[in-house]
T-cell receptor
Framework: LAKTTQPISMDSYEGQEVNITCSHNNIATNDYITWYQQFPSQGPRFIIQGYKTKVTNEVASLFIPADRKSSTLSLPRVSLSDTAVYYCLVFSGTYKYIFGTGTRLKVLA | DGGITQSPKYLFRKEGQNVTLSCEQNLNHDAMYWYRQDPGQGLRLIYY???????QKGDIAEGYSVSREKKESFPLTVTSAQKNPTAFYLC?????????????FGPGTRLTVL
């Protein structure tokens, strides 16, 4: 199972673009990359999932380089309500995700 | 309104007592999961079930038990054998796809042992 490495914490200001990079060096050929957002005392919320190149939805973009050993979650124009913990996970088809400690994003006014 | 429900939201237990946490989903998902989260930590997998009447141990199954008698329900029992049960418990479900499977989480149950 692929493990992931993310920065422990990040600070940003409202209105800025935030990029959170995740390393997953031993990702397998068929693995997908998934990002979740979690607020205190709530369940994680699915943000975005991708396999290669770029994926975009209404809340975020996910950039995956050709070697797929890392990925970057991009949050455009963050607001105070984006303050949360963000988890990068690799799904390997075994019904098991491995959650690390995530990245604590703090958005400042 | 589709989704995953967990009850109760808060639960208090005396040492030595078993307690059961409820998880129900109406998403018609085949797979269901139980995670434990401790303060400042990520989620750790307790048990998971790919289909009805089948379940597998996760990374920290000791002191816990589950059943999967119905597709929509996956209750978790925290037994007295669990040495440090105070934690935030999260239930999730997913379609069970072989690739790009996405887990959807419930709101969680916070268990406190008194």
């Amino acid at each position: 199972l692929a493990k992931t490495t993310q920065p422990i914490s990040m600070d940003s200001y409202e209105g800025q673009e935030v990029n959170i990079t995740c390393s997953h060096n031993n990702i397998a050929t068929n693995d997908y990359i998934t990002w979740y957002q979690q607020f205190p005392s709530q369940g994680p919320r699915f943000i975005i999932q991708g396999y290669k190149t770029k994926v975009t939805n209404e809340v975020a973009s996910l950039f995956i380089p050709a070697d797929r050993k890392s990925s970057t979650l991009s949050l455009p124009r963050v607001s105070l309500s984006d303050t949360a913990v963000y988890y990068c996970l690799v799904f390997s088809g075994t019904y098991k995700y491995i959650f690390g400690t995530g990245t604590r994003l703090k958005v400042l006014a | 309104d589709g989704g995953i429900t967990q009850s109760p939201k808060y639960l208090f237990r005396k040492e030595g007592q078993n307690v059961t946490l409820s998880c129900e989903q109406n998403l018609n998902h085949d797979a269901m999961y139980w995670y434990r989260q401790d303060p400042g930590q990520g989620l750790r997998l307790i048990y998971y079930s790919q289909i009805v009447n089948d379940f597998q141990k996760g990374d920290i199954a000791e002191g816990y038990s589950v059943s999967r008698e119905k597709k929509e329900s996956f209750p978790l029992t925290v037994t007295s054998a669990q040495k440090n049960p105070t934690a935030f418990y999260l239930c999730a479900s997913s379609p069970g796809l072989p690739q790009a499977d996405t887990q959807y989480f419930g709101p969680g149950t916070r268990l406190t042992v008194l």
